[in-house]
Each structure stands twice: as C-alpha cells, then as structure tokens.
C-alpha cells in the first residue's frame, strides 16, 4: 500500500529534550515536506526536499532541523523543544514539482512542556 | 501574495442536503494548482482533487463535484446528498509554479468544518 508514515503518533516532552519525528514514504516520491497546524494558523511548511541531500525552509523553519540521507526518509528534528512547538506535524511527499499533490503522513501530536 | 480564503468557517446540514464549500484564491503566477483536501475527526489529510490553472473543466466524482473558475478566482466544491461520513474538515490550498522555481508549497485556506447531522 501507497503511505507516508511517521512515528511517533504521539509525544509529550519537556523543553529542551531533543526529539526526532520520523517520516518514511514508500512511492519512490523526489520531493518530501514538513508542515505543522495550529489552530488559528492553519498549515505551514516547515522545510521540504526537493531530492537526496536538497533541503531548503519553508516558511516557519525556526527551531527545527531536517536531513535528507536516503530518498524515502525525511526526519525532522527538534534540538531543543519549547512550548511553543507544541503542534501537530505532517509529513508529505510528492512526485517532481511543480504542481503534484502530495500525500500527507497520519500526523504527529506533538505536547512540550 | 498569494492567498486561500475559506470563508465558511462551519456549515451543518442534514443527511441528504447537498452543500457547497466556497475557495477563493489569490496568485500573481499565471500557472498554478489547486487542491481540495479532507481532514476526517481521525486527524489524517486526504488529498480528493487537483486542477490547474489551464483546466478550467469541471469534475464530478461520484457525489463529489468540482467548480474552477478564474475569473472569479474560485474552486468551489459541493457534495451532492450528504452523509454522515462526510463530516470533517475540508481545505482548499494553492501551489504555484514560481518564477524562481517551484518550491511546491501548499498555501491552505483556513478550513472549513462539515457537520453533517443524521
């Protein structure tokens, strides 16, 4: 089955543990992307990958970190958690932009405390 | 800028009804993409349709259907005889090609919440 997975489902942590949210697309998928959703905020994108070791940030990129080793995995990665990234995190990949839909991860509740 | 505005915030019919979700965008690109996405209670985002800006056709898919039109600069979506599994989140988002290379990132629209009742 065609997915976008990403573990943990859930974590809660406090501030300034370091933390790594996984994502694994199995579709062979160039182009993979971080977004976080807050309420009121709606969708942002954190950091995408255009391809192996091309990573770039999006529009809310501060506080996390990414790497882009093997084509189907896309950690984010949190060196130093605040509250204020409490949030749900979706990982998505998709074809060769431009214009291809991408294809969301289930989602990571993230709670720092 | 570039801009997605849902300004339905809730809407709640009953079983049945049919219901349409209004997306009005903004963009300065003349190619760009839209998308309509379904976030269930469960918490997930489904991706349902893709258009861009040169296919100005109309979709149905099953009680799904699909309105594009530029010069309103809306991609409304409607649901023919609702069900109770329906009910969700639904949001429109824009990409553009970009003159400076596409960096495929999806603009959202704030949501809109489906309550279909039984």
């Known amino acids: 089955e065609a997915q976008v997975t990403q573990n943990p489902r859930y974590l809660i942590t406090v501030t300034g543990k370091k933390l790594t949210v996984t994502c694994s697309q199995n579709?062979?998928?160039?182009?993979m992307s971080w977004y976080r959703q807050d309420p009121g905020l709606g969708l942002r994108q954190i950091y995408y990958s255009m391809n192996v070791e091309v990573t770039d940030k999006g529009d809310v990129p501060e506080g996390y970190k990414v790497s882009r080793k093997e084509k189907r995995n896309f950690p984010l990665i949190l060196e130093s958690p605040s509250p204020n990234q409490t949030s749900l995190y979706f990982c998505?990949?998709?074809?060769?932009?431009?214009?291809?839909?991408?294809?969301f991860g289930p989602g990571t509740r993230l709670t720092v405390t | 800028a570039q801009k997605v505005t849902q300004a339905q915030t809730e809407i709640s019919v009953v079983e049945k009804e049919d219901v349409t979700l209004d997306c009005v965008y903004e963009?300065?690109?003349?190619?760009?993409?839209l998308f309509w996405y379904k976030q269930p209670p469960s918490g997930e985002l489904v991706f349902l349709i893709r258009r861009n800006s040169f296919d100005e056709q109309n979709e149905i898919s099953g009680r799904y259907s699909w309105n594009f039109q530029k010069s309103t600069s809306s991609f409304n979506f409607t649901i023919t005889a609702s069900q109770v599994v329906d009910s969700a989140v639904y949001f429109c988002?824009?990409?553009?090609?970009?003159?400076?290379?596409?960096?495929?990132?999806?603009?959202f629209g704030t949501g809109t919440l489906l309550a279909v009742q039984p």
């Open positions: 988002a824009l990409s553009e090609a970009g003159y400076g290379g596409a960096t495929n990132k999806l603009i």
């Open positions: 998505a990949s998709s074809r060769v932009p431009p214009g291809y839909e991408q294809y």
């Open positions: 963009t300065r690109d003349t190619t760009y993409y």
């Open positions: 579709m062979n998928h160039e182009y």
